[in-house]
């Protein structure tokens, strides 16, 4: 992991320079440098082209999953999203700081272009251009699902997009514009579909989840589709991520007896780890969140965890996590900070999470909600029942899954959503397992955004709060400071 040489206060989380400023965050330079002449600085150089930094604070303070405990730790990157306010900070954890990650991971992957192209045929380069081009595409993506509305094929050509870079940067402050979501979606979908077939697992020996391998590109591919609602497509890379029809054998087993015999650190460094083949690619990012998701005063409370994990569900069985806490620190153990020291005997430095970008449970809901979408409904069910054979039990006693008392069929489908329309049926089975298993991952702002769920909040002094289908404040707001470049702000 690197140092970064700016102590930081964690009380304070006194961040600034460890990311470009804002005036500048679409003219990057790689922190590298040193001329990028050679297949290993450029291998080196892409280790740097994810965004490194955390969105989870904000799209979980603002989804559906958090609730006003009236007490814990008030940090603004949870309370504003909880409020649904603008978050008014620039350091880690919040919109502004993954904006400028992101831009910064886009400028290390063009300048990787820039040195391979300079290289000439060598085929040595190959797999690294498909790596450029595909964390390219996937930083664009992340951005414009955050800082522009959803993809819609009736408005994506008028809705205001992201700018899209794929230069580097000559000029210490340039001007961009916003181009629109469809362009911006059509930008994406070439560099994806141009770096897939270049890459090559070979490459990434030393540490494949942090990198774009065949299956984490594919995985990438079925969420970009499905935001596109292009159903075939996410299908089909779907397909490409479960190579033989193996996926037991690529999803947690969280009701095994092994996985709920471990300990809470235990179950911490487990789920992040490198080797779980349930992650498909990870990132490391400065972060607080592993530190305080539990304790916040904005994040899951008893009545959520009742109504998520207690009540009764389509499987008629029990799901089988661990949920450690009280009513002020309820959490799944998932993130272990790590904590880096300025110097070897600090006490100041920089925390780290380990963060999950694709797992093999999202590649597997994204085909289930594609085959519901087309009227594959036996072919949804079963990747319903394989996710339920490893997530439930049939009761804290009996602890194990019975595939004759808990296997999903279409009619206990329709009378437990209490509708004769089984796709919509299977989509809101597929939604509602999604929300349970990325709880505390900030996967679900993505479903809100797709499928235009209103979300309320109510705080503990009786106030309302209402995040409507329409509302402005579903989109993040562009930082301040990027006028300097041209953009314009998003409306409020």
């Given at each position: 992991m690197k140092t970064i040489n700016k102590i930081i206060i964690p009380s304070a989380i006194l961040i600034l320079g460890l990311l470009p400023s804002c005036n500048k965050f679409l003219d990057v330079n790689p922190d590298m440098r040193t001329e990028i002449n050679s297949v290993e600085k450029v291998a080196e150089l892409?280790?740097?082209?994810?965004?490194?930094?955390?969105?989870?604070?904000?799209?979980?303070?603002?989804?559906?999953?958090?609730?006003?405990?009236?007490?814990?730790?008030?940090e603004i990157v949870n309370?504003?999203?909880?409020r649904f306010e603008d978050v008014a900070d620039i350091n880690m954890d919040s919109p502004t700081y993954y904006w400028n990650a992101a831009y910064a991971a886009i400028a290390a992957a063009n300048h990787a272009l820039e040195a391979i192209e300079k290289a000439g045929d060598d085929p040595a380069y190959i797999p690294y251009k498909g790596e450029a081009?595909?964390?390219?595409?996937?930083?664009h993506f992340m951005l414009v699902n955050f800082f522009a509305q959803p993809y819609d094929a009736t408005n994506a050509a008028a809705n205001p997009g992201i700018p899209y870079v794929t230069e580097v940067g000559k000029v210490v402050i340039g001007k961009y514009e916003r181009s629109t979501v469809a362009e911006t979606?059509?930008?994406?979908?070439?560099?994806?579909?141009?770096?897939?077939?270049?890459?090559?697992?070979?490459?990434?020996?030393?540490?494949?989840?942090?990198?774009?391998?065949?299956?984490?590109a594919h995985a990438f591919a079925t969420r970009f589709y499905l935001f596109k609602k292009d159903y075939q497509k996410t299908i089909e890379h779907a397909n490409q991520v479960f190579v033989g029809g193996?996926?037991?054998?690529?999803?947690?087993?969280?009701n095994s007896e092994a996985y709920r015999s471990f300990q809470y650190y235990e179950l911490q460094a487990q789920y992040t780890r490198a080797d779980n083949p349930a992650?498909?690619?990870?990132?490391?990012?400065?972060?607080?969140?592993?530190?305080?998701?539990?304790?916040?005063?904005?994040?899951?409370?008893?009545?959520?965890?009742?109504?998520?994990?207690?009540?009764?569900n389509v499987t008629d069985g029990s799901w089988a996590y661990n949920?450690?806490?009280?009513?002020?620190s309820l959490n799944i153990p998932k993130f272990r900070e790590h904590f880096v020291r300025q110097t070897l005997n600090a006490e100041t430095g920089t925390p780290f999470n380990m963060i999950p970008l694709f797992t093999a449970e999202e590649v597997l809901f994204n085909r289930a909600e594609a085959y519901a979408e087309i009227a594959r409904f036996d072919d949804a069910i079963q990747d319903l029942n394989d996710f339920a054979?490893?997530?439930i039990i049939h009761s804290p006693s009996i602890p194990i899954y019975v595939p004759e008392l808990h296997s999903i069929t279409d009619r206990n489908l329709l009378e437990f959503y209490k509708t004769a329309d089984l796709k919509r049926a299977i989509v809101q089975c597929v939604l509602d397992f999604k929300r349970v298993d990325f709880i505390f991952e900030g996967q679900r702002w993505f479903d809100i955004i797709r499928h235009k769920l209103p979300v309320t909040h109510r705080t503990t002094d009786n106030e309302i709060l209402i995040l409507g289908v329409n509302d402005p404040m579903r989109v993040f707001q562009i930082p301040q400071e990027a006028q300097s470049s041209g953009l314009a702000l998003n409306p409020r």
């Open positions: 892409l280790a740097t082209a994810y965004p490194q930094a955390n969105y989870i604070s904000f799209t979980e303070g603002m989804s559906d999953n958090a609730g006003d405990k009236g007490a814990g730790t008030v309370s504003a999203p909880y081009l595909v964390a390219r595409a996937y930083a979606y059509n930008k994406i979908e070439k560099d994806l579909l141009e770096g897939l077939p270049l890459l090559d697992n070979a490459a990434y020996k030393k540490a494949p989840k942090y990198h774009f391998t065949v299956a984490a193996d996926i037991a054998s690529s999803l947690r087993a969280i992650n498909l690619l990870m990132a490391e990012a400065p972060s607080i969140w592993g530190r305080f998701y539990p304790v916040y005063r904005y994040s899951l409370t008893t009545d959520i965890m009742n109504e998520l994990f207690t009540t009764s949920i450690y806490g009280r009513e002020t054979s490893k997530r």
